[in-house]
């Protein structure tokens, strides 16, 4: 597996995490800036791009 798949892999799931605990936390304002930010890097991790 390459080790760019590996690194996007992590982060979705330390976003996933981040997410749950906002959430579990009620912290709306923190879950929207997480989703954001996730939304935002998965944007620059389609494959083939350079």
């Given at each position: 597996?390459?080790?760019?798949?590996?690194?996007?892999?992590?982060?979705?799931?330390?976003?996933?995490?981040?997410?749950?605990?906002?959430?579990?936390?009620?912290?709306?304002?923190?879950?929207?800036?997480?989703?954001?930010?996730?939304?935002?890097?998965?944007?620059?991790?389609?494959?083939?791009?350079k």
């Open positions: 597996m390459p080790v760019p798949d590996v690194l996007t892999l992590l982060a979705g799931c330390g976003a996933i995490g981040a997410g749950t605990i906002a959430a579990a936390g009620g912290g709306r304002r923190l879950l929207t800036a997480l989703a954001s930010t996730a939304v935002h890097a998965a944007a620059g991790t389609e494959t083939g791009s």
